[in-house]
């Protein structure tokens, strides 16, 4: 992938540059030196960049197909609030607290345009945040949110960094994110799905259908 060829070049152009440095500082060159000082330091930054950029892009998961990213089972604590617990493979379940009606997560997605497209890469996606929302617009706009993010903040993102500066990151496509939400009910449990452009909530037990059936009923 580029950043990590870009990485790996400023950073053999670091270390010459450097090494180049103290051979004129040997000889008493002291200009030459501060000029090879200034483009390892150049040299250097942008391959630091390099790779928090690709700390970031491996914080993204790939996506061939659709495929199940999480699920996602609640409990009734009191009214219009829940414990939401969420399980991922390969990490801890977690445990949030949602109040309202509904529960929602978003993700999101990272996709590839000229002249990115002939590296052949696939889609990047990554979860974002998970929060409840009411069903009513009223108390959506007065009552406390309750948003929890699912992954950490990144010194470097390339979905934010691709949002921000377009023109410095051709290619890459980040203007669109993705959201599902379902209702909130005591022992639904969901899976949830993600496809090359939209995260989908599914059922996964009675109690899931039965609350998906009354709330598509009051929708």
């Known amino acids: 992938m580029y950043p990590l ?6 950073g053999a152009l670091a270390l010459y ?7 004129c500082l040997r000889r008493g060159r002291i200009v030459r030196a501060g000029g090879s000082c200034l483009g390892g330091c150049i040299a250097a930054a942008l391959c630091g960049a390099g790779v928090i950029l690709i700390v970031s892009l ?3 998961g790939r996506l061939v197909e659709e495929e199940r990213v999480s699920r996602i089972e609640f409990r009734r604590i009191q009214p219009q609030e829940f414990q939401a617990r969420l399980m991922i493979a390969g990490e801890e379940d977690r445990v949030f607290v949602l109040r309202g009606d509904e529960w929602q997560m978003d993700a999101r997605i990272v996709s590839w345009q000229p002249p990115l497209t002939v590296l052949g890469l696939e889609p990047m996606y990554r979860l974002d945040r998970l929060s409840g929302r009411y069903a009513e617009i009223d108390r959506e706009v007065s009552e406390p949110r309750s948003v929890h ?7 470097v993102d390339i979905w934010r960094l691709a949002r921000r500066f377009p023109l410095l990151t051709p290619g ?8 599902t939400y379902a209702p909130m009910a005591d022992g639904a449990r969901f899976e949830v799905s993600l496809s090359r452009d939209a995260l989908i909530a599914r059922p996964a037990n009675d109690r899931a259908r039965d609350a998906i059936g009354d709330w598509r009923t009051v929708q």
Do not use: E, H, K, Q
């Open 5 to 10: 060829i870009i990485s790996i070049v400023c």
């Open 172 to 179: 890459v496509d980040a203007y669109y994110g993705t959201a």
């Open 149 to 155: 993010p699912l992954t950490p903040a990144m010194p």
């Open 58 to 60: 491996f914080s993204y």
């Open 17 to 23: 540059f450097f090494v180049r440095t103290g051979r």
